[in-house]
């Protein structure tokens, strides 16, 4: 007697089953994509802009820090 497991795998082995299950999940795959696909580029375009955003406040810090010189952020606790 075979297991679950075996009888599955065999039963996946044929070529028409194959087909008809690739059949049967195309639409629902297509459908969901379709329906994710814009939100998707947000995420993109966000991911992006927020790298940007990030790049320019640490340009920013440097050139603050550079113009400051010497000059150190004391804490005056640590006294």
């Known amino acids: 007697m075979r297991s ?11 070529e028409d ?4 299950l690739y059949s049967i999940i195309q639409p629902i795959y297509t459908n969901i994509y379709n329906e994710m696909y814009p939100y998707l580029w947000f995420i993109c375009i966000y991911i992006v802009i927020l790298t940007f955003i ?3 406040n640490l340009i920013l810090l440097v050139q ?7 000059f150190y952020i004391s804490n005056p606790m640590a006294e």
């Open 17 to 20: 089953i194959k087909r008809d």
């Open 54 to 56: 990030i790049l320019a």
């Open 4 to 14: 679950i497991k075996d009888s599955i795998i065999h039963f996946m082995q044929s």
């Open 64 to 70: 603050v820090l550079n113009t400051l010189g010497s």
